[in-house]
């Protein structure tokens, strides 16, 4: 028994931000910007009405029907995202009632992998396929980012990144000899993990890992507090990135998850016919082209009009380029992604 994938979709919001826009709020330009990071533009939801959970349902909706099912199938939700509705609860049982399929009572799962996000949450599911326990599962990766982001010259590296949207698909078993998913590839280190991180709000209670630079908690409060004063004074609740380090670091275990997996199954890299990498920089994407031999036909790059989407990167880049008919049956599809943690991982798929 294989995994394989019935259905996919994704969302983007209208609005468009492009690189000019920023300048008027930070000291940046577009070509500093597209030097950097090869990003052009990028999509952001609409306050108030569109969340990581309304994005995510409207991407389900286009993979299940494509998938040939209703709503009513899907029998778990796998939900990968780092900028959720609430703090809690998750994003799947959300996603669940904006289907209106609250009353089959089916699992929902919610995982915080970031960037590797999508991936992560594959490998999940084709084990609960391949062991029976599910028939349809629902995984989906949706990123609201732009309601976190700094807008200040403080925040710029981070900010000009990131961009708003969701991708999903429909998992389902299939018997066919050799499709499907034939292996994923999972890794983390958490040496480094504050270097790509969002500290602040958090459970520390602003005091962090026994360092004064993240502020104190109130000594009056037991426990401490989950916002501090010195949080808010002093601009703590944006993400922060240490750009080199991540840089030097993904493009190193990039190829690395990506050989390991096909050395697993005794393919090489000539045998991929579609490489679509977690959009994180396309500078990343291109060194890691390279080192693969990989040819420009096979490689899926939008991040140039949609910035880095986190876990919803993968799904959409994967979606698109099936839409463009870029994804042909009996394919080797490898997925690759590298984030915050640090954690990363690869798939292969024969479509």
């Known amino acids: 028994m294989q995994t394989k994938i019935a259905g996919i979709g994704h969302y983007l919001p209208n609005r468009i931000i492009k690189n000019q826009d920023l300048t008027s709020y930070m000291d940046t330009t577009h070509e500093w910007i597209v030097e950097r990071t090869g990003i052009e533009e990028r999509r952001y939801a609409e ?47 959300l996603l669940q009632r904006e289907l209106g399929i609250t009353k089959t009572e089916i699992g929902a799962l919610d995982i915080r992998n970031q960037c590797s996000g999508f991936v992560y949450g594959l490998s999940i599911a084709d084990q609960f396929i391949k062991s029976g326990m599910y028939k349809n599962i629902l995984l989906v990766g949706a990123e609201m980012h732009s309601m976190g982001l700094d807008f200040s010259d403080e925040g710029r590296a981070v900010t000009v990144i990131f961009g708003d949207g969701a991708g999903a ?105 579609l490489f679509v990498p977690h959009q994180a920089n396309l500078r990343i994407s291109q060194f890691v082209q390279r080192v693969m031999k990989l040819p420009d036909e096979k490689v899926v790059n939008n991040i140039q009009k949609y ?21 042909q049956d009996g394919d080797l599809i490898c997925l690759a992604a590298f984030g915050s943690g640090f954690t990363w991982g690869s798939a292969l798929i024969r479509w």
């Not at 029907?65 to 049982?93: K, M, Q, W």
């Not at 876990?311 to 839409?323: K, N």
């Open 47 to 93: 306050k108030h009405k569109e969340t990581s959970a309304t994005m995510g349902t409207a991407a389900a909706k286009i993979a299940i029907e494509r998938a040939g099912i209703s709503p009513e199938d899907i029998d778990f939700i796998i939900f990968a995202t780092l900028s959720p509705d609430y703090y809690f609860p998750g994003c799947g049982v």
């Open 169 to 273: 698909v429909v998992l389902q078993p299939t018997e066919e000899k050799d499709k499907g998913i034939l292996i994923t590839c999972l890794h983390s280190d958490g040496t480094h993990a504050e270097e790509l991180a969002m500290i602040s709000p958090g459970s520390h209670g602003g005091y962090h890992l026994g360092t004064e630079k993240f502020g104190f908690p109130d000594p009056d409060i037991p426990g401490g507090v989950f916002v501090t004063k010195k949080m808010m004074d002093e601009n703590m609740l944006a993400p922060n990135m240490t750009g080199q380090l991540v840089f030097k670091t993904a493009v190193v275990k990039f190829p690395e998850v990506i050989r390991e997996a096909l050395t697993k199954v005794g393919l090489t890299s000539d045998d991929i016919d």
């Open 307 to 327: 910035g880095n989407t986190t876990a919803a990167s993968i799904p959409i880049a994967l979606s698109e380029a099936w839409e463009q008919g870029r994804v």
